[in-house]
């Protein structure tokens, strides 16, 4: 069969690969015929890329190599050619140090992927929590025509009657055996009601949150984030997207032309009706700095200070992801907040059409999952961004995660420097601690760790727990799970590790936390502070060789999204050039 160009409307990126009749066209088409493909896929039409995280050794990721294929049906039907592709995956349950050490180099798989290869629109399958950012990220410095499409969230959990949500129950049982009040055969035989389903965390963790915030920044088609792994409608999900894809591109509708200013405020603000993770605050910092537009913590505070808390899911509440889709999901949400003018109705979304159009007719199915205002979790939810001279660029704590009568205490500081040395100390009886003083860890912040892992949320120590108490106040470098709960101060910055004020806190110190005022402050005479930082050294030395190295070099603070300095800002769609 001879080849024939151009049956779509306007000339391609793709056909700077596949279109005309030269030695190099014939090269491009010529290999990729040998998957069986007739020559009149190349005529013209949008080729799609189906960039996707399937990993068995990402197990929220695992199942996404069938969603693929319903994508490609969509794709088929709506006249473009699918290729899928795969990128790095960053599994949050296995990589170590830290997954997110690795968010960055995922997003730059990513960007250098779809700018190298010939395709004209991307579907971006995402699932484990740091998958969805990195995609975003790449895809932003790019800018060719993306969508999101979720894996999904795994079923409830069930042990004993009781739901037993990913992650939070991890945490809540560890402190019960620490504490006596559950033995390990229990713990043991817990581990295998824990994740009884494909899918990502079924708690309002960072993975829920993410899927959250793509929705809600208009990346995804409405009603994406929440709806089951293993829910057929999951699979329609997929489906439709590879159908809107190829409209996209039609239409050359591009992540720059969905994610303005206003759909940043938009997510914040659905961030914090959702009790959404505070993982959220790095992610959405680092997306907005690829696609060019200026976000600050001081935008979360602000934007999300007054957001009451009304999705009634764990670690804030009781229910689980199952029971928030079957309510409704996030649309229902949405619409609340366009009803109170705190969404703006008018901001576009993937489905070309505005986030009110997409939400106006959900219907609330269950007050108890997504509660009336009256009866919100929380009436300030959100994110707290608190500064102080022990946070001069900020530090973030999830209020209704929190324990209400540790957020204004006055406490006695007892420092770990870092996580060996917290692992060392928290079940020495000897240790001089309890429920009053503020534990302070140090060195886990994007150099320090490095990575900043999910360490912040500080098991209390053995003899406290033993007492009946759940909470203390802890402060940090580092991040928290977005399944973890409790009163903890996390993204200090400047981290440790480059000479920010945690890193001379020593033991004894007084520590003040006042989230209503949003300060956070070591008392000592700023002659003493700065004393102390004049005789600090940095502890960590430097990674040599590698990724890690790249990492050290180029990362930035927690206050502006932890992505690289050359990373930032759009670098285009602009075709390389060809070799052969």
């Known amino acids: 069969m001879a080849f024939k ?11 700077a690969w596949y279109g005309g009749t030269s030695r190099d066209n ?12 007739p020559a009149d896929l190349f005529d013209g039409r949008p080729v799609i890329g189906i960039c996707n995280t399937w990993s068995e050794l990402t197990p929220c990721n695992a199942h996404l190599r069938d969603l693929a294929e319903r994508v490609k049906r969509g794709v088929y039907e709506a006249g473009g050619l699918p290729v899928e592709f795969p990128v790095f995956s960053v ?12 968010r960055n180099l995922a997003a730059m798989d990513v960007e250098e992927a779809l700018r190298a290869q010939p395709v004209d629109g991307v579907v971006l399958m995402v699932g484990c929590d740091k998958t969805t950012p990195a995609l975003l990220m790449g895809a932003c410095s790019v800018d060719i025509p993306s969508i999101v499409v979720s894996g999904g969230p795994m079923l409830n959990g069930w042990f004993r009657g009781e739901r037993v949500g990913s992650g939070t129950a991890l945490w809540q049982m560890s402190e019960d055996v620490k504490a006596g009040k559950l033995t390990q055969d229990d713990f043991l035989e817990a581990e295998q009601a824990m994740s009884r389903s494909p899918g990502s965390c079924n708690t309002m963790g960072t993975a829920s949150s993410m899927a959250s915030m793509a929705e809600a920044l208009g990346m995804a088609l409405s009603g994406n984030a929440a709806i089951p792994a293993v829910d ?10 590879g159908r809107r894809i190829v409209e996209m591109v039609k239409d050359d509708l591009k992540p720059s032309d969905i994610l303005t200013r206003a759909a940043f405020e938009n997510a914040i603000r659905v ?26 913590l001081d935008d979360w505070d602000r934007l999300g200070r007054d957001i009451p808390t009304i999705v009634n899911l764990m670690p804030s509440g009781k229910y689980l ?20 003018g705190l969404v703006q109705k008018d901001t576009l979304t993937v489905s070309g059409q505005t986030v009110w159009d997409e939400v106006k007719d959900a219907r609330n199915w269950n007050e108890d999952v997504i509660l009336p205002v009256e009866r919100a979790l929380t009436p300030q939810g959100g994110i707290a961004v608190l500064r102080g001279n022990l946070a001069p660029k900020g530090a973030v704590l999830k209020p209704s995660a929190a324990s209400p009568h540790l957020l204004k205490h006055r406490g006695r500081a007892v420092v770990f420097e870092d996580i060996d040395d917290y692992k060392a100390k928290i079940n020495d009886e000897a240790l001089d601690i309890d429920e009053t003083c503020v534990m302070v860890l140090k060195n886990c912040g994007p150099r320090g760790y490095p990575g900043m892992s999910e360490v912040g949320n500080m098991g209390l120590p053995p003899k406290v727990l033993r007492k009946g108490i759940t909470d203390m106040v802890r402060v940090s470098d580092a991040r928290m799970s977005g399944t973890a709960y409790g009163t903890v101060v996390l993204h200090t910055a400047p981290e440790a590790a480059v000479g920010g004020p945690l890193a001379i806190v020593r033991d004894g110190d ?47 603070g927690a206050d502006t999204g932890v992505d690289f300095d050359f990373l930032r800002g759009c670098r285009g769609k602009e075709v390389p050039r060809d070799s052969h």
């Open 5 to 15: 160009t151009a049956i779509w409307p306007r000339r391609l990126r793709s056909q």
């Open 26 to 37: 014939i090269y491009h088409r010529g290999w990729m015929r040998n998957q069986g493909l």
């Open 91 to 102: 599994a949050e349950s296995s990589l170590r140090p830290t997954a997110m050490l690795y």
């Open 232 to 241: 057929s409608r999951r699979r329609v999900m997929a489906h439709l997207t």
């Open 271 to 296: 961030n914090g009706a959702i009790g959404g993770s505070t993982n959220a605050v790095v992610h959405l910092l680092a997306i907005a700095g690829r696609v060019g537009v200026e976000l600050t």
């Open 321 to 340: 992801m199952e029971e928030f889709f079957y309510a409704g999901g996030l649309p229902v949400v949405i619409k609340h907040l366009c009803e109170t």
């Open 510 to 556: 007084m520590i003040e936390l006042d989230v209503e005022a949003r300060c956070l402050h070591l008392d000592l005479p700023e002659e003493e502070i700065a004393r102390r930082l004049a005789e600090w050294t940095c502890p960590i030395t430097p990674p040599r060789g590698g990724y890690a190295q790249l990492f050290h070099e180029h990362v930035q």
